[in-house]
């Protein structure tokens, strides 16, 4: 579980004197053990194979989720992790880091364009290798409050990202109040404020296939918060 550590902060004199102070302190700090060390909860088609969760198989009309243990504050948040998506020629359909509202009464979505979280009360950055009416892109980022006709409508998308398909993509996710950040292979490609974002959240990865497949994984998370 995360603890807290006391840092003490040390001053000396002799007989020339200063003043010492400290300012604009801040502390990051673990909050959430990631989905390898266990005690998350696994709904749909998702399973954990080593320390990679596995949100999908590779096979039509999947779905799947994995939901951290306890809900955390997402002021100050940074999530990090590798998402996986391997197997198909074309892709589909992609998946999502969502920050659920705690009230929500689902932690799995539909499948398909849905990707796991249309169904599910809250935000998500979602990565789409699959194209659907009004969307910019069979490769993009994009971030979510809400779903439309059982796919997610974007309060803002990027398609300035690496291949997705068939490979490893780092992905950072920061919140600052209730701005996302949201980092891809290194370079920013996103920065949106979402009314939506509640001050606790629950921290649910979600993954789907439809007709066209691909298998969507996570692995190396980390969850930090700085205060």
């Not at 659920?100 to 932690?107: I, L, V």
């Not at 980022?141 to 990202?161: H, L, R």
């Not at 996302?180 to 979402?194: F, K, R, Y």
């Not at 296939?209 to 190396?220: F, L, P, Q």
Request: aromatic residues 6%; glycine residues 14%.
């Amino acid at each position: 579980p995360p603890r807290s550590t006391l840092f003490p902060y040390t001053t000396l004199f002799r007989s020339l004197d200063d003043s010492h102070a400290v300012a604009n302190v801040t502390i990051t700090q673990s909050v959430l053990s990631p989905p390898a060390a266990g005690g998350w909860t696994l709904r749909g088609n998702a399973t954990m194979s080593g320390a990679t969760l596995v949100l999908n198989p590779f096979a039509m009309n999947q779905g799947g989720s994995g939901q951290g243990p306890e809900e955390v504050g997402t002021d100050g948040l940074r999530i990090g992790f590798d998402a996986l998506i391997n197997g198909g020629s074309n892709g589909a359909d992609g998946m999502t880091l969502t920050l659920a509202d705690p009230s929500s009464t689902t932690f799995l979505g539909g499948t398909g364009g849905a990707l796991g979280y249309c169904g599910i009360k809250g935000v998500a950055v979602a990565l789409v290798t699959y194209q659907n009416a009004g969307e910019p892109s069979s490769n993009f980022a994009g971030v979510t409050s809400g779903c439309s006709s059982g796919v997610p409508t974007f309060a803002a998308t990027s398609t300035k990202i690496p291949a997705l398909q068939n490979a490893t993509t780092h992905v950072v996710v920061s919140i600052a109040g209730q701005q996302l950040t949201v980092s891809v292979a290194g370079v920013q490609v996103l920065q949106t404020s979402v009314a939506g974002l509640t001050a606790e959240a629950s921290l649910v990865f979600t993954g789907a296939t439809g007709g066209v497949i691909d298998s969507h994984s996570v692995n190396n998370v980390t969850i930090t918060q700085t205060t």
